[in-house]
């Protein structure tokens, strides 16, 4: 990927010039760590990702956003491992953050509940993951209807109502996720087709399960 070509080459010269000890450089390995992240090495982006995590807790202290960003991001690799309890220990403690900082109607902490919600879901415990998923949506309600994140949000709590075996409730949020892609992107777009497969398959599972 040439986005990484170019970042590893900042990152050369930052090191030599900046010093690794500089918010600068921290910020090329995060991005670093994101690229890496993005094409699935999920232990190479935690390379780049602790060594900036170490540099933005010197600079910042820990309870900076920027450092609770690699928090994030930390959790986002070991998400990508498969190793969810970590994973989750690294998006409470961003979440912690962002909550004091940001306070609890901003974007970014509906965000990291989501995340914590996906980790919960990962993990079997769907009561938990619910409860997080539905406080992310209440902020995401309050900002943009039409975002692709409420959208996945709302197929989240769907997803977890059918797993929980409230099938009713899950087709409400299927429909909600139905309603929003149709009128945004047609109904010939991907996504309102595997919506469209979801509902069918709650239908089925509410039949059987009567």
Partial sequence: MDALKYYLQCEVIQKKYLSECHPTY???L?????????????KKALDYYNRCEV?????????????????GSIGNAYSGLGE?????????????????TLGESHIEYATTLG??????CNLGEYTKALGFYLRCEAIQNNLNKSNSAYVL?????GNVFDLLGEHKKALEYFFR???????????????YASFLNSIAATYYLSLIHI
Avoid: M, W
């Fill in 26 to 28: 921290a910020s090329t």
């Fill in 84 to 100: 969810h309890n970590t994973a989750r220990e690294f998006y409470l403690r961003c979440e912690e953050i962002q909550r004091t």
């Fill in 55 to 71: 540099i933005r807790r010197s600079c910042f202290g820990d309870s900076d956003l920027a450092y609770a960003s690699t928090l």
């Fill in 153 to 157: 949000t709302l197929g989240n709590i």
């Fill in 177 to 191: 996720c139905e309603t929003i892609i149709k009128g945004t992107f047609g109904e010939s777009n991907p996504t």
């Fill in 115 to 120: 995340n914590i919600g996906n980790v919960y």
């Fill in 30 to 42: 995060s991005c670093i760590g994101d690229t890496y992240n993005a094409l699935g090495e999920y």
